[in-house]
């Protein structure tokens, strides 16, 4: 099945910008060697949480304080979905992470213009963080709206879900909805507590979810309410969402109609490609060919996109041909 999958289209809605940052790319810029880069950069599959895979983005964070870094790892970025054949993708970052020298601006900027030198439709999504305060949260809120429909899709939250819950940043989402801010809010990755709240708050996709697995009750929530789940396997059993693969479930969301679409998370902090993470699944549930392409056929259809990019795009996703 691995040449199937090679050769499918797909797309990638669930994609960190900054936990994304190839090693090459790092050695051209801080000069360190490989070896040392993945001790720093990628996150082992034993890591004990959440928050200890979280200290792997410090260093390439570092990196991403310049027009020219911010450039050159958003077009390295671009050519990586091209290998894995995605049509589309969606890339999230935290703009304010990337302030040090730099405006909002010229971050998003310089990240979309990176992005377009590569043949491949991407939207940016501008992740709010959980542990800053209001008024920067509120600039990126703004900046979003600012930037909707010329390179950026919509918000997002991240952070340590368990630390800081999703209640305090209500208003947000609200002035998202009140001004047709597309969102989708990481949720359910460490625990169902706050997927209630997701959904008064008017998600339409969550980012991760998948431990609304827990009640059969939020199950039933969610699919009544037409959410998608952006579902990341690899990252969830480093995180220790689920111990190993076997155990995730993604298969059992499928079949029992949760929509769902399968992401990477961080290409690099989580050390997989989308392909790779197609195999996986593959090789550890039912999942077929076809079971592949309706899901992706089903991640369009939730993608920050209008309805005429949607059925360009749909048409080329249902195009039976060799990896562009």
Do not use: W
Request: proline share 2%; glycine share 4%.
């Amino acid at each position: 099945m691995k040449e199937e999958i090679k050769k499918l289209k797909k797309i990638e809605l669930h994609l960190h910008l900054d936990g994304s940052v190839s090693l090459e790319v790092a050695k051209k810029i801080s000069g360190l060697e490989i070896n040392e880069l993945r001790k720093k950069m990628i996150a082992p599959l034993e890591t004990a949480n959440l928050e200890e895979y979280l200290t792997k983005f410090a260093f390439p964070i570092s990196l991403m304080q310049s027009k020219e870094n911010l450039k050159l790892i958003a077009k390295d970025l671009a050519l990586s979905l091209k290998k894995d054949n995605v049509i589309y993708a969606e890339v999230r970052f935290a703009p304010i992470m990337h302030t040090k020298n730099l405006t909002l601006n010229e971050v998003i900027e310089s990240v979309l213009d990176g992005l377009k030198e590569v043949d491949i439709k991407t939207n940016l999504i501008l992740c709010l963080k959980r542990e800053v305060s209001d008024e920067l949260n509120f600039q990126v809120v703004k900046i979003a709206q600012e930037y909707l429909g010329k390179g950026v899709g919509g918000i997002d939250i991240a952070g340590s879900e368990a630390e800081f819950r999703l209640k305090r940043y209500e208003k947000f989402f609200k002035y998202a909805k009140e001004h047709n801010i597309p969102f989708t809010i990481h949720v359910g990755e460490v625990d169902s507590k706050d997927i209630k709240e997701a959904i008064f708050l008017g998600a339409k996709r969550f980012g991760h979810g998948v431990k609304a697995i827990d009640s059969k009750n939020l199950i039933n929530l969610i699919k009544e309410n037409n959410i998608l789940l952006e579902v990341c396997p690899t990252s969830n059993i480093q995180t220790h969402a689920f111990e190993n693969y076997q155990d995730h479930p993604l298969y059992k969301l499928y079949k029992d109609n949760v929509n769902v679409s399968i992401n990477t998370d961080n290409r690099t902090v989580s050390n997989i490609t989308l392909n790779e993470e197609y195999y996986k699944l593959s090789e550890n549930f039912d999942f077929t060919i076809e079971d592949f392409k309706k899901i992706n056929e089903n991640a369009l259809n939730y993608a920050f996109l209008s309805s005429s990019e949607k059925l360009k795009l749909l048409e080329i996703l249902k195009t039976d041909d060799k990896i562009s």
